[in-house]
Protein backbone atom coordinates (compact mmCIF):
# COMPACT_ATOMS: atom_id res chain seq x y z
CA UNK A 1 0.00 0.00 0.00
CA UNK A 2 2.84 2.58 0.46
CA UNK A 3 4.56 1.78 -2.05
CA UNK A 4 1.40 2.34 -4.58
CA UNK A 5 0.54 5.91 -2.58
CA UNK A 6 4.51 7.41 -2.92
CA UNK A 7 4.16 6.01 -6.32
CA UNK A 8 1.32 8.25 -6.87
CA UNK A 9 2.82 11.02 -5.08
CA UNK A 10 5.85 10.93 -7.45
CA UNK A 11 3.31 11.06 -10.62
CA UNK A 12 1.92 14.16 -9.05
CA UNK A 13 5.17 15.78 -8.21
CA UNK A 14 7.19 17.89 -10.83
CA UNK A 15 10.30 17.89 -9.45
CA UNK A 16 11.96 16.77 -5.85
CA UNK A 17 11.22 18.94 -2.84
CA UNK A 18 14.03 19.78 -1.12
CA UNK A 19 14.86 21.03 2.03
CA UNK A 20 15.90 24.26 0.07
CA UNK A 21 13.10 24.67 -1.34
CA UNK A 22 10.60 23.34 1.72
CA UNK A 23 12.66 26.37 3.51
CA UNK A 24 11.90 29.06 0.72
CA UNK A 25 7.85 27.93 0.88
CA UNK A 26 7.95 28.40 4.59
CA UNK A 27 9.16 32.04 4.39
CA UNK A 28 7.10 32.43 1.57
CA UNK A 29 4.11 31.54 3.77
CA UNK A 30 5.05 33.95 6.26
CA UNK A 31 6.57 31.97 8.91
CA UNK A 32 9.53 33.97 10.39
CA UNK A 33 12.00 33.22 12.89
CA UNK A 34 10.81 33.56 16.36
CA UNK A 35 7.13 32.85 15.63
CA UNK A 36 5.03 30.02 17.56
CA UNK A 37 3.70 27.25 14.78
CA UNK A 38 1.36 24.76 15.29
CA UNK A 39 1.87 22.16 12.41
CA UNK A 40 -0.45 19.49 11.25
CA UNK A 41 1.00 18.00 8.00
CA UNK A 42 0.48 15.44 5.28
CA UNK A 43 3.67 14.47 3.10
CA UNK A 44 1.57 13.41 0.20
CA UNK A 45 0.09 16.81 0.00
CA UNK A 46 3.38 18.10 0.21
CA UNK A 47 4.99 16.08 -2.94
CA UNK A 48 7.78 13.73 -3.30
CA UNK A 49 10.87 15.23 -0.71
CA UNK A 50 13.75 14.26 -0.71
CA UNK A 51 14.93 13.54 2.69
CA UNK A 52 11.27 12.50 3.50
CA UNK A 53 9.84 14.07 7.04
CA UNK A 54 13.28 15.04 8.28
CA UNK A 55 13.69 17.38 5.49
CA UNK A 56 10.64 18.72 6.64
CA UNK A 57 11.25 19.14 10.15
CA UNK A 58 15.08 20.28 9.40
CA UNK A 59 13.24 22.67 7.18
CA UNK A 60 10.69 24.18 9.65
CA UNK A 61 13.15 24.33 12.64
CA UNK A 62 16.03 26.43 10.59
CA UNK A 63 12.99 28.83 9.51
CA UNK A 64 11.45 29.33 13.39
CA UNK A 65 14.79 29.23 14.44
CA UNK A 66 15.42 28.27 18.19
CA UNK A 67 14.20 31.61 19.18
CA UNK A 68 11.16 30.38 17.47
CA UNK A 69 8.47 27.71 18.57
CA UNK A 70 7.27 23.96 16.57
CA UNK A 71 4.32 22.53 18.03
CA UNK A 72 2.86 19.08 16.58
CA UNK A 73 0.10 16.83 17.81
CA UNK A 74 0.93 13.41 18.98
CA UNK A 75 -2.51 11.71 19.81
CA UNK A 76 -2.51 8.27 20.89
CA UNK A 77 -5.88 7.94 20.51
CA UNK A 78 -6.20 4.53 20.66
CA UNK A 79 -5.45 5.01 24.18
CA UNK A 80 -8.97 4.76 24.80
CA UNK A 81 -11.73 2.58 25.52
CA UNK A 82 -12.23 0.71 22.72
CA UNK A 83 -16.00 0.34 23.06
CA UNK A 84 -15.96 3.93 21.29
CA UNK A 85 -13.71 2.60 18.28
CA UNK A 86 -15.03 3.40 15.43
CA UNK A 87 -11.41 3.96 12.81
CA UNK A 88 -11.56 0.39 13.03
CA UNK A 89 -14.13 -0.63 14.80
CA UNK A 90 -13.47 -3.96 16.92
CA UNK A 91 -15.13 -7.12 17.33
CA UNK A 92 -16.71 -6.63 21.18
CA UNK A 93 -15.17 -10.15 22.30
CA UNK A 94 -11.78 -8.22 22.01
CA UNK A 95 -12.46 -5.07 23.77
CA UNK A 96 -11.97 -6.21 27.51
CA UNK A 97 -8.43 -8.20 26.48
CA UNK A 98 -7.24 -4.77 24.67
CA UNK A 99 -8.45 -2.96 28.09
CA UNK A 100 -6.68 -5.02 29.86
CA UNK A 101 -2.91 -5.54 27.99
CA UNK A 102 -2.87 -1.71 26.66
CA UNK A 103 0.04 -0.24 28.06
CA UNK A 104 0.07 2.96 29.57
CA UNK A 105 0.94 6.23 27.91
CA UNK A 106 4.51 7.84 28.55
CA UNK A 107 5.48 10.84 26.41
CA UNK A 108 8.96 9.26 25.55
CA UNK A 109 8.20 6.52 23.57
CA UNK A 110 4.59 5.77 22.94
CA UNK A 111 3.74 6.02 19.07
CA UNK A 112 1.15 8.40 18.11
CA UNK A 113 -1.69 6.91 15.21
CA UNK A 114 -2.83 8.79 12.58
CA UNK A 115 -0.60 12.14 12.89
CA UNK A 116 1.42 10.64 9.69
CA UNK A 117 5.34 10.63 9.50
CA UNK A 118 6.11 14.39 10.03
CA UNK A 119 4.53 14.13 13.35
CA UNK A 120 6.21 11.36 14.41
CA UNK A 121 9.68 12.10 13.47
CA UNK A 122 9.22 14.96 14.74
CA UNK A 123 8.22 13.60 18.50
CA UNK A 124 11.71 12.13 18.43
CA UNK A 125 14.15 14.22 17.65
CA UNK A 126 16.81 16.09 20.46
CA UNK A 127 15.11 18.66 22.19
CA UNK A 128 11.66 17.40 21.68
CA UNK A 129 9.38 17.86 24.66
CA UNK A 130 5.84 15.72 24.73
CA UNK A 131 2.77 16.75 26.68
CA UNK A 132 1.51 14.09 29.22
CA UNK A 133 -1.81 13.96 28.24
CA UNK A 134 -2.23 10.34 27.59
CA UNK A 135 -4.58 11.02 24.44
CA UNK A 136 -4.02 14.31 23.10
CA UNK A 137 -0.50 14.84 23.28
CA UNK A 138 0.95 17.61 21.54
CA UNK A 139 4.99 17.62 20.87
CA UNK A 140 6.83 20.76 21.17
CA UNK A 141 10.58 22.34 20.22
CA UNK A 142 11.58 25.84 20.37
CA UNK A 143 11.92 28.54 23.26
CA UNK A 144 8.33 27.84 24.67
CA UNK A 145 8.45 24.18 24.97
CA UNK A 146 8.04 23.51 28.21
CA UNK A 147 5.41 26.30 29.11
CA UNK A 148 3.42 24.72 25.56
CA UNK A 149 3.72 21.25 26.69
CA UNK A 150 2.54 22.26 30.34
Known amino acids: MFVKKEDEVVKKTKIPITQNR ?3 DFKKLGLKAGEIVLVHS ?3 KIGWI ?3 SVAVVN ?3 EVLSPEG ?3 MPTTTSDNTDPENWKNPPVPDEWKQTIRDNMPAYHPDYSTSR ?3 RISETFRNYP ?3 RSNHPQSSF ?3 GKHKEKICD
Open 22 to 24: LIE
Open 42 to 44: SMS
Open 127 to 129: GVL
Open 114 to 116: GMG
Open 59 to 61: ALM
Open 50 to 52: AGT
Open 69 to 71: TLV
Open 139 to 141: AAW
